[in-house]
């Protein structure tokens, strides 16, 4: 009964010397207190089977043959090879990046950015095309060349292909947990300023499925190189 | 009895899982077998016709996706490796890796500088063809097609081919890593004319 006690405390001590370095590391590269666009960084709609805290992410779904004049979709569909977009596309805004991703007959087609998207000169730091096969993706195209965060530091984006089941994918950053609703069966466009090998060109995220009420459904490591 | 079926049974899912495990890991041994990790040589400066001598060496030495490793002994060592993996471990560059290579690029983005890599250096590079094809990083600029000239590129959001000659027909003699099917050769491409395709140029360049 002591060593249960004892083992208690000191979970609750190993607890709180991590709630501590979260809320320090605010100020020094943790969990972020803003996504990108401005907006206040905020849980998720259901708390998740994942370490705290969790950060939610921002995504809609757009048809992409009426998408908004401005908007993130528009500007990305519209310097995307003429009339291919099949279905709609996902804007996704998160703590160091935003992205949209749309489908082709082919292919998956996606932009990266690191800034906010509702600043007028924001441009796109980084594209993807991936080939689809059987309607899935042969590679997650990582993109670590182009994007980095306001300090410098590179931040990476792959294609992330949930399972059927899964509505949330959260990934593991430096901190906390971001948190990418599924939406509209596409795969999940997921960034991270963490684990970046520049060296091998290389980049792991580590990765778990949620389903609706935020149970887990597996955790996996996505490892994705630079390639074609 | 029953030890004895049992015993078939055993060697038959035996036989079957080795024989699976086989098919979903395939790879070569060429890169554990060859491939090295040797730092780069700072050079001062390059020329097109050096670089051209580069992607000469490549020619005919097969395309590995994420891959940069290559011997000169024109044939691929590591022929039919399945599209699109990155751990198969075969011989070649992929276009973007090639590039970055004949380019004489660093791994850092920000840094302009020459670097020699050795062919046996396993090494991709930070940029994808949709990298190029923006100007990502600080060696790298978009430029007018109609300007390109021998060693510029001709980049798409999935592919990077650099131009080894012009025709008079406006089409150019390309010298790319295209494909595992394909390997690492110089066809003869409308790229120029496809809009898809932008023009890509390396700064730098003594002549």
Redesign the interface.
Same mark, same amino acid.
């Given at each position: 009964m002591p060593e249960a006690r004892e083992a208690a405390v000191a979970t609750v001590m190993a607890l709180g010397l991590l709630a501590g370095a979260a809320g320090c590391s605010q100020d020094g590269g943790g969990a972020p207190t803003h996504l990108l666009d401005g907006s206040p960084a905020a849980p998720p709609p259901v708390v998740l089977d994942a370490p705290m805290p969790q950060i939610g992410t921002k995504a809609d779904a757009v048809a992409t043959s009426r998408v908004a004049k401005g908007s993130l979709a528009a500007r990305c569909v519209a310097s995307a090879?003429a009339d291919t977009s099949h279905g709609p596309a996902v804007e996704r805004i998160g703590a160091t990046g935003v992205s949209v991703t749309f489908r082709t007959a082919s292919?998956l087609?996606g932009c990266d950015g690191d800034t906010d998207p509702g600043v007028g000169d924001s441009r796109?730091?980084?594209?993807?095309?991936g +080939?689809l096969e059987h309607g899935r993706l +042969?590679?997650p195209?990582?993109?670590? =060349?182009?994007c980095a965060t306001p300090a410098g530091d590179t931040v990476a984006f792959a294609w992330f292909e949930p399972g059927p089941d899964t509505s949330y994918v959260a990934v593991g950053q430096p901190g906390y947990v971001e948190v990418y609703p599924v939406v509209a069966g596409l795969p999940v466009r997921i960034s991270t300023t963490s684990k970046i090998d520049?060296?091998e060109?290389r980049v792991r995220f580590d990765v778990s499925e949620h389903d609706a009420h935020g149970v887990l459904l597996g955790s996996s490591t996505l490892d994705a +190189?630079? =390639?074609? | 009895m029953r030890a004895t079926r049992s015993f078939v049974v055993g060697f038959i899912l035996g036989v079957g899982l080795v024989a699976v495990g086989s098919a979903g890991a395939y790879h070569t041994r060429f890169v554990a077998d060859n491939c090295n990790s040797a730092p780069p040589t700072p050079t001062s400066f390059i020329t097109r016709e050096g670089s051209a001598t580069v992607a000469l060496r490549a020619r005919f030495e097969g395309y590995q996706w994420a891959g940069g490793c290559w011997n000169d002994n024109d044939r691929d060592d590591s022929p039919n490796d399945p599209h699109e993996d990155a751990a198969t471990g075969g011989e070649g560059g992929d276009c973007s890796g090639f590039t970055f290579k004949v380019w004489r690029e660093s791994l850092t983005t920000s840094d302009a500088s020459f670097r020699q890599w050795g062919m046996l250096r396993y090494v991709h590079g930070p940029y994808t063809a949709a990298s190029f094809k923006a100007g990502t990083g600080a060696p790298n600029v978009t430029v007018a097609k109609a300007s390109l000239i021998k060693m510029d590129a001709l980049a798409s959001y999935g592919h990077i081919g650099l131009i080894y000659a012009t025709n008079p027909d406006g089409t150019d003699r390309i010298i790319e890593a295209k494909g595992e099917d394909y390997g690492t050769d110089i066809w003869t491409r409308a790229y120029r004319g496809n809009p898809s395709y932008s023009g890509v140029r390396r700064t730098g360049w003594s002549s």
């Amino acid at each position: 009964m002591p060593e249960a006690r004892e083992a208690a405390v000191a979970t609750v001590m190993a607890l709180g010397l991590l709630a501590g370095a979260a809320g320090c590391s605010q100020d020094g590269g943790g969990a972020p207190t803003h996504l990108l666009d401005g907006s206040p960084a905020a849980p998720p709609p259901v708390v998740l089977d994942a370490p705290m805290p969790q950060i939610g992410t921002k995504a809609d779904a757009v048809a992409t043959s009426r998408v908004a004049k401005g908007s993130l979709a528009a500007r990305c569909v519209a310097s995307a090879p003429a009339d291919t977009s099949h279905g709609p596309a996902v804007e996704r805004i998160g703590a160091t990046g935003v992205s949209v991703t749309f489908r082709t007959a082919s292919a998956l087609l996606g932009c990266d950015g690191d800034t906010d998207p509702g600043v007028g000169d924001s441009r796109w730091c980084g594209r993807a095309l991936g +080939r689809l096969e059987h309607g899935r993706l +042969r590679d997650p195209r990582l993109d670590a =060349a182009g994007c980095a965060t306001p300090a410098g530091d590179t931040v990476a984006f792959a294609w992330f292909e949930p399972g059927p089941d899964t509505s949330y994918v959260a990934v593991g950053q430096p901190g906390y947990v971001e948190v990418y609703p599924v939406v509209a069966g596409l795969p999940v466009r997921i960034s991270t300023t963490s684990k970046i090998d520049l060296q091998e060109s290389r980049v792991r995220f580590d990765v778990s499925e949620h389903d609706a009420h935020g149970v887990l459904l597996g955790s996996s490591t996505l490892d994705a +190189r630079v =390639a074609g | 009895m029953r030890a004895t079926r049992s015993f078939v049974v055993g060697f038959i899912l035996g036989v079957g899982l080795v024989a699976v495990g086989s098919a979903g890991a395939y790879h070569t041994r060429f890169v554990a077998d060859n491939c090295n990790s040797a730092p780069p040589t700072p050079t001062s400066f390059i020329t097109r016709e050096g670089s051209a001598t580069v992607a000469l060496r490549a020619r005919f030495e097969g395309y590995q996706w994420a891959g940069g490793c290559w011997n000169d002994n024109d044939r691929d060592d590591s022929p039919n490796d399945p599209h699109e993996d990155a751990a198969t471990g075969g011989e070649g560059g992929d276009c973007s890796g090639f590039t970055f290579k004949v380019w004489r690029e660093s791994l850092t983005t920000s840094d302009a500088s020459f670097r020699q890599w050795g062919m046996l250096r396993y090494v991709h590079g930070p940029y994808t063809a949709a990298s190029f094809k923006a100007g990502t990083g600080a060696p790298n600029v978009t430029v007018a097609k109609a300007s390109l000239i021998k060693m510029d590129a001709l980049a798409s959001y999935g592919h990077i081919g650099l131009i080894y000659a012009t025709n008079p027909d406006g089409t150019d003699r390309i010298i790319e890593a295209k494909g595992e099917d394909y390997g690492t050769d110089i066809w003869t491409r409308a790229y120029r004319g496809n809009p898809s395709y932008s023009g890509v140029r390396r700064t730098g360049w003594s002549s």
